[in-house]
């Protein structure tokens, strides 16, 4: 089944949990939707997990298109979201439209996520005007690092807990489409989901939310040694690529690998008058 707006607004409205996965590229694409993920993110993540930077921060427009396209081209049925990279909709309502667009355009995503709350409101519901669904997200927002002080679990106090619930009520009400809430205290994840008429997507959000999402190379235990405590590693596949790259490594040297069925054959008299 094809998911669309319409889909992920009846799996709330059903209590059917949505699954939501990172893709940056073709392949890793067809294989998240085959395996049945409802939604698909082009995350701006892929600064740190494809681009090897510190931060999300030096993301470009450009990365977002191009590995967005790819995903597109790898995707039937999951629903596909494309990340807004930073400063490409903080600038002006006027930039979020245009940039929101190009990623529609050129990247053929299908929504369009930014982090903020009624802050963006006018930017939300400008984008959504130009008929281009929006994924709001709040709580840790990583391209506000700086101004955060850091990754840490957001709205934990009873003042910061209240401006989380009223910037949910804004983005929805702004006409976002679906809710990412990430590093969220889980009780206060839910309440914003019983709040919301919307989906609510969590990452380090509990299981109140209407839906999860995580970075596949995160679940997959293929990026780096550090891991947060909202991930659950599904699969050691990091550790099978490694052995399998050593075992190709050792089988390339020992003179093991090509065999003689992975390699041409052209008759020995064609071969003689070449001498
Ligand atoms: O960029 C990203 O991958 C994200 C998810 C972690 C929600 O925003």
């Given at each position: 089944m094809k998911h669309t707006v319409v889909t992920i607004q009846k799996a709330k409205e059903q209590g059917e949990k949505l699954a939501m996965l990172t893709a940056y590229d073709y392949s890793m694409a067809k294989l998240i939707d085959e395996a049945g993920i409802d939604m698909v993110l082009v995350g701006d993540s892929l600064g740190m997990v494809?681009?090897?930077?510190?931060?999300?921060?030096?993301?470009?427009m450009e990365d977002m298109i191009h590995h967005t396209a790819a995903v597109s081209r790898g995707i039937k049925n999951a629903f596909l979201v494309a990340d807004m990279p930073f400063l490409s909709y903080q600038t002006s309502v006027y930039d979020a439209v245009c940039n929101a667009g190009r990623l529609i355009?050129?990247?053929?995503?299908e929504a369009v996520k930014l982090e903020g709350g009624s802050a963006f409101a006018e930017h939300i519901r400008a984008i959504t005007n130009a008929s281009i669904p929006v994924v709001a997200h709040l709580g840790l927002t990583p391209q506000s690092f700086h101004s955060l002080g850091g990754f840490k679990v957001q709205g934990k106090s009873e003042q910061a807990a209240k401006k989380l619930i009223e910037d949910a009520k804004a983005v929805e009400e702004a006409g976002a489409v679906a809710l990412v809430l990430e590093c969220v205290p889980a009780k206060l994840a839910e309440l914003v989901t019983k709040k919301l008429h919307i989906p609510t997507i969590g990452i380090g959000a509990g299981?109140?939310?209407?839906g999860q999402v995580l970075v596949y190379q995160d679940m997959l235990a293929m990026f780096g040694d550090f891991k947060p405590k909202?991930?659950?590693?599904?699969?050691e596949v990091g550790a099978v690529m490694k052995e399998a790259f050593q075992t190709y490594s050792q089988e390339v040297k020992a003179g093991v690998f090509p065999a003689a069925e992975h390699t041409f054959q052209i008759d020995d008299d064609v071969i003689e008058k070449l001498y």
């Open positions: 494809m681009l090897g930077y510190e931060d999300t921060l030096s993301v470009t355009k050129e990247g053929r995503a299981a109140g939310c209407d909202f991930v659950k590693r599904f699969g």
